[in-house]
C-alpha cells in the first residue's frame, strides 16, 4: 500500500460479522479505502508498519479517529421497501390486510403519477434509511416510469446504493382500477425504466440499479410474468417480488397455476441469483431447494409478518440450510425505517414463534422448539446477508469490500445508549447496539467510500 | 378562574384518550395549570372569554405556545420497570430465562448492595425513562434498603412521579445464596423501607410511593408473603409483583400452594386496588374476576413477554373486560425504555396472537381470532390505564387531573417522524406519533406541573 492510493483511513473500533452467528471485535483496527471508494486494507498492531501508517497517514491529513464511544460498523442493507409508501408509515396498520391495502395503500401509490407529488416523498424516504444508517436500500417504487425514475435518481443524489423497481400490475381482476397497468403497455414502459436508469447521468459506477419488480403472483398476468422473465434475461437485472406472504397469497398460486410462488417465478425466468423474494413464509422443502440452487435470496421482514404474514417465518431453518437471506423493513408494512430495529424484530419474532402465543394450548403444542434466533444471527442477515442478497460486495470491513459504512456513537445526543466499559465486553456492546441504536447513534454514513452523512459536522 | 391562580398555561394542539379505543384531538387547547401542578381548566374557543383568557396569560408571561409541529399529550405511566437492570438493557435477550437470570440479572442486581455503584445506574435509568417521555415510572429496585432509597431520591431529585419497592426474596430453596435475604430482617427492612420513603425531605407531595414488592412467589417463603400483606394493610401501601409470567410460575403455585398467583396474593392480603400485576398470562376466568372485584390492575409488558412469557397476554379479552390495565417496559426483560415504544409492542403481539405463528398449521388452528388491538387502545393503556393502575389523577387532560405532560415535536432534529397536513388527519398523525415517537421527540417534559426535561432550552 502507498499512500497515493489511500483516498482515506479511519482508525478505530470496529464491529462487522464475518461468520454468521459470531462476531469480530477489533479494538483499533486501521481501515483504508482507495480513490474508488473500496476498501485497500484491514489492519491491526499484529501487522507490521501499523504505526508507521497511521502516523503517515495523520501526517497526509487521511485519517479520521474515533472516539472511545465511536464505533465503524458496516452499512445496513434494507432488502425490502415501498418507498412510495413512506408518507404513510404508522398508519392503518392496526386493520386487515385488505382495508389497509384499499384504504391507505393503493390510493397513495397512485398519487406518484404525478412526479411533483413523488419528488418531496422520495427525498424524505432516501434521506431517512440514510439517516438511520441504511446505506443500500431495495425499493419497490410504483408502476409509473417517470417517478420510479425520480426515485432512482434520488438515490444518486442524496449517495444511496439503491435498488430500484417500476412495479407491474396488469391483472384487472386484482388491481384496483385506478391502479393498473396495459400488459403490453407495462412491458415496454418497464424496459424503457431499465434503460433509463442504467443511462442516468452519474450512475456510471452503478451505485443505482434497475430492479424487475412484479409485485406479487396475484397482481400480474401469466403474460406479464413471462415478458419480465425475458427482460431479466436481456438485461442480467436484479428480480424483486412478494413471494408466499400469507395464507391467500399461498392458496392463489395454488389456486391460479397449481403451484407455488418459487415454482411459478423459477418458470417465468424470474429466479435467478439477483432474485430478492419478500417474506417467503410458506415455503415448501423443494421451494427451499429451488431457492438454494440459483442462489436467490430470501428478505425477512419480521415486523411486518406480525401484522400481515398470517405466521412467522422459519427464519431457524433457513439460516440452518445456508439459503441466501438478509433483512428488510418493509415499509410501510411495518413503520420503522431503521434496520437495526429489523434486527430485534427478527430476534423478538424467532422468540414468538419458539414459545407460541396461545395460552389454551399445553406448551409443547403452542410453539416450535428450538426456532429461536441470535441477536448475532440477526444483524449478520442484516448486514452480510444482505450484501450477499444484493450481490454486491458489501457488509463487512475486507480488502475489495466497497466502504459502506456507519460510525456509531454511544454517546449521541439524545441516545439510548448505557454502555458501561467495566461491565460490558464486546458482545455486550454489539447487542446493546444492535437492540437501542437509534438514528441518533448513526453520527456519520459512507457509501462508496463517499461521506454522505455526516451529523457532527 | 383567576389569573393569580394559573401557575402557568399551554396553548395548542392536543390528543389525549379519554374513552378508551377512542381519541380527541383538540387543534387548539388552553390547558390552565395551577399552583399546585394540577389542571384548572382545558378550554377550546368554544369556550366563552377564550381569546380574552389568552391575551391576559399572555400579557402576565404565563403563556407557553406550541408550534404547528409541536402536541400536548399526557406523560406516559410504565408499570413495570427493574431499575437495577437498565444497566444491561439489551444483553443477553437471546438465552433463555434461566441463563438470563443466573448468568446476567441475578450477579447484576446484587452489586447494588453498594449504594456507590447505585447511585449513578439509578440516575441514568431515571433520567432516561424521563427524556422518553415517562411521567410516572413503577419500580422494582433490590433487595437493599439504602439503594432503594437512593432510586426513590433520585427520583424526588429529578422530579419523576415514583412508586418504588424494595423487593422481598427470603425462598432460599429458589434464590442464589448471594442474593437472598432473611424473613424476618426482610420483613423489618421493608417496613424500614416504607418509612423512610414516606418521610424523605421534598416528599410532602407525595411525589414517590414506597412499592410492597414480593418478586413472585417462587422467591419468597409464605410467611414473607403473609408478613408484606400486613405491612400492606398497615401503610395502605402500593403493591406489585409478578403474576403468572410463563408456564413454569403457574405451575410453581399450582404444585407448592394448590391455586394460582392471584389466589394466593388475594389470601396474603396482597391483592388490592392499588395492586400492580405484572404480566399475567395465564389468568383464569376467576383470576380475572377476583382482579376485577378489587380493583387490581394488569401491567401489560408485551416485547417482554415476546422474550420470556411462553404465550401472549390475552389483552383484547381484559379490555374487553374493563380489567384496570396498563403498559409496561419491563426493563430489561426487553430493551426499550419507551412506553410509547411498548404501544406498538402491544399491538404487534396482538396481531401475532390473532394468527398465529405455526406454519405447518391451518390457519383456523393457528392463531385465535378476534384478539387483535388497536393502536388507539394501546395508547389508552399507556396513558389512562397507567393512571387508573397507580390509582393517581394523571394520563387524561381535565380538572383536577395533575398536569404530568410531554410536548411531542414531530419536527425534532434526527426525528423519524414525517407527518404531512395535508395528507394526515387527526387519527394518523397520533397512529404515526405512537409507532414512530422517539426520544428525540419527546421536547419538554412536565411531572405536577413541574417542568423536568426541557431539550429546547
Given at each position: 500500500m502507498t499512500l497515493n492510493q489511500v483516498q482515506f483511513a479511519v482508525l478505530g473500533q470496529l464491529f462487522h460479522t464475518p461468520v454468521k452467528g459470531d462476531f469480530e471485535y477489533l479494538p483499533q483496527a486501521l481501515v483504508c479505502i482507495d480513490n474508488l471508494g473500496n476498501i485497500l486494507s484491514v489492519t491491526t498492531d499484529d501487522d507490521s508498519g501499523f504505526d508507521a501508517n497511521i502516523q503517515q497517514l495523520e501526517q497526509a491529513g487521511k485519517l479520521t479517529r474515533l472516539t472511545d464511544s465511536q464505533y465503524l460498523m458496516p452499512g445496513m442493507v434494507d432488502l425490502h421497501v415501498h418507498a412510495p409508501q413512506w408518507p404513510q408509515a404508522g398508519k392503518g396498520l392496526d386493520l386487515p390486510l385488505y382495508d389497509w391495502l384499499q384504504d391507505y395503500t393503493f390510493p397513495l401509490e397512485a398519487k406518484f403519477a404525478d412526479n411533483s407529488f413523488a419528488q418531496p416523498m422520495y427525498r424524505s424516504a432516501v434521506e431517512t434509511l440514510l439517516a438511520n444508517g441504511t446505506t443500500s436500500a431495495v425499493y419497490f417504487a410504483t408502476i409509473h416510469n417517470e417517478a420510479s425514475v425520480t426515485l432512482a435518481k434520488t438515490c444518486l443524489e442524496l449517495g444511496q446504493r439503491g435498488f430500484v423497481g417500476k412495479i407491474n400490475m396488469d391483472d384487472a381482476s386484482q388491481c384496483p382500477d385506478y391502479y393498473l397497468e396495459d400488459t403490453v403497455q407495462g412491458l415496454a414502459d418497464t424496459e424503457q425504466f431499465i434503460q433509463d436508469v442504467l443511462a442516468l447521468p452519474g450512475n456510471e459506477q452503478r451505485l443505482v440499479s434497475p430492479v424487475v419488480t412484479p409485485r406479487f403472483v396475484p397482481s400480474c398476468t401469466p403474460q406479464m410474468l413471462k415478458g419480465l422473465g425475458e427482460l431479466t434475461t436481456k438485461y442480467k437485472c436484479h428480480v424483486q417480488t412478494h413471494c408466499s406472504e400469507s395464507d391467500w397469497a399461498r392458496d392463489y398460486s395454488l389456486e391460479h397455476y397449481g403451484k407455488s410462488d418459487v415454482a411459478i417465478y423459477q418458470e417465468m425466468g424470474l429466479l435467478t441469483r439477483k432474485t430478492i423474494l419478500a417474506?417467503?413464509?410458506?415455503?415448501?422443502d423443494d421451494d427451499c431447494e429451488a431457492i438454494k440452487a440459483t442462489g436467490a435470496s430470501i428478505a425477512h421482514c419480521p415486523l411486518s409478518n406480525m401484522y400481515f404474514a398470517n405466521a412467522a417465518m422459519k427464519t431457524r431453518e433457513i439460516l440452518d440450510k445456508d439459503l441466501h437471506v438478509g433483512l428488510g423493513t418493509d415499509i410501510s408494512g411495518a413503520p420503522v425505517p431503521s434496520v437495526f430495529h429489523t434486527c430485534l424484530d427478527a430476534v423478538n419474532h424467532s422468540r414468538v414463534r419458539e414459545d407460541g402465543t396461545n395460552t389454551h394450548l399445553p406448551a409443547p403444542e403452542r410453539g416450535e422448539a428450538g426456532s429461536r434466533i441470535s441477536f448475532l444471527e440477526s444483524y449478520w442477515m442484516a448486514t452480510v446477508g444482505g450484501g450477499l442478497a444484493i450481490d454486491t460486495k458489501v457488509g463487512l470491513f475486507a480488502?475489495?469490500?466497497?466502504?459502506?459504512a456507519l460510525i456509531i456513537d454511544t454517546q449521541a445526543p439524545d441516545s439510548d445508549l448505557f454502555v458501561i466499559p467495566e461491565l460490558d465486553t464486546p458482545r455486550d456492546r454489539l447487542e446493546k447496539i444492535i437492540a437501542l441504536n437509534r438514528r441518533?447513534?448513526?453520527r456519520k454514513v459512507y457509501v462508496q467510500g463517499k461521506q454522505v452523512i455526516n451529523k457532527d459536522a
Amino acid at each position: 500500500m502507498t499512500l497515493n492510493q489511500v483516498q482515506f483511513a479511519v482508525l478505530g473500533q470496529l464491529f462487522h460479522t464475518p461468520v454468521k452467528g459470531d462476531f469480530e471485535y477489533l479494538p483499533q483496527a486501521l481501515v483504508c479505502i482507495d480513490n474508488l471508494g473500496n476498501i485497500l486494507s484491514v489492519t491491526t498492531d499484529d501487522d507490521s508498519g501499523f504505526d508507521a501508517n497511521i502516523q503517515q497517514l495523520e501526517q497526509a491529513g487521511k485519517l479520521t479517529r474515533l472516539t472511545d464511544s465511536q464505533y465503524l460498523m458496516p452499512g445496513m442493507v434494507d432488502l425490502h421497501v415501498h418507498a412510495p409508501q413512506w408518507p404513510q408509515a404508522g398508519k392503518g396498520l392496526d386493520l386487515p390486510l385488505y382495508d389497509w391495502l384499499q384504504d391507505y395503500t393503493f390510493p397513495l401509490e397512485a398519487k406518484f403519477a404525478d412526479n411533483s407529488f413523488a419528488q418531496p416523498m422520495y427525498r424524505s424516504a432516501v434521506e431517512t434509511l440514510l439517516a438511520n444508517g441504511t446505506t443500500s436500500a431495495v425499493y419497490f417504487a410504483t408502476i409509473h416510469n417517470e417517478a420510479s425514475v425520480t426515485l432512482a435518481k434520488t438515490c444518486l443524489e442524496l449517495g444511496q446504493r439503491g435498488f430500484v423497481g417500476k412495479i407491474n400490475m396488469d391483472d384487472a381482476s386484482q388491481c384496483p382500477d385506478y391502479y393498473l397497468e396495459d400488459t403490453v403497455q407495462g412491458l415496454a414502459d418497464t424496459e424503457q425504466f431499465i434503460q433509463d436508469v442504467l443511462a442516468l447521468p452519474g450512475n456510471e459506477q452503478r451505485l443505482v440499479s434497475p430492479v424487475v419488480t412484479p409485485r406479487f403472483v396475484p397482481s400480474c398476468t401469466p403474460q406479464m410474468l413471462k415478458g419480465l422473465g425475458e427482460l431479466t434475461t436481456k438485461y442480467k437485472c436484479h428480480v424483486q417480488t412478494h413471494c408466499s406472504e400469507s395464507d391467500w397469497a399461498r392458496d392463489y398460486s395454488l389456486e391460479h397455476y397449481g403451484k407455488s410462488d418459487v415454482a411459478i417465478y423459477q418458470e417465468m425466468g424470474l429466479l435467478t441469483r439477483k432474485t430478492i423474494l419478500a417474506h417467503s413464509i410458506f415455503l415448501s422443502d423443494d421451494d427451499c431447494e429451488a431457492i438454494k440452487a440459483t442462489g436467490a435470496s430470501i428478505a425477512h421482514c419480521p415486523l411486518s409478518n406480525m401484522y400481515f404474514a398470517n405466521a412467522a417465518m422459519k427464519t431457524r431453518e433457513i439460516l440452518d440450510k445456508d439459503l441466501h437471506v438478509g433483512l428488510g423493513t418493509d415499509i410501510s408494512g411495518a413503520p420503522v425505517p431503521s434496520v437495526f430495529h429489523t434486527c430485534l424484530d427478527a430476534v423478538n419474532h424467532s422468540r414468538v414463534r419458539e414459545d407460541g402465543t396461545n395460552t389454551h394450548l399445553p406448551a409443547p403444542e403452542r410453539g416450535e422448539a428450538g426456532s429461536r434466533i441470535s441477536f448475532l444471527e440477526s444483524y449478520w442477515m442484516a448486514t452480510v446477508g444482505g450484501g450477499l442478497a444484493i450481490d454486491t460486495k458489501v457488509g463487512l470491513f475486507a480488502p475489495e469490500y466497497a466502504f459502506d459504512a456507519l460510525i456509531i456513537d454511544t454517546q449521541a445526543p439524545d441516545s439510548d445508549l448505557f454502555v458501561i466499559p467495566e461491565l460490558d465486553t464486546p458482545r455486550d456492546r454489539l447487542e446493546k447496539i444492535i437492540a437501542l441504536n437509534r438514528r441518533t447513534n448513526v453520527r456519520k454514513v459512507y457509501v462508496q467510500g463517499k461521506q454522505v452523512i455526516n451529523k457532527d459536522a
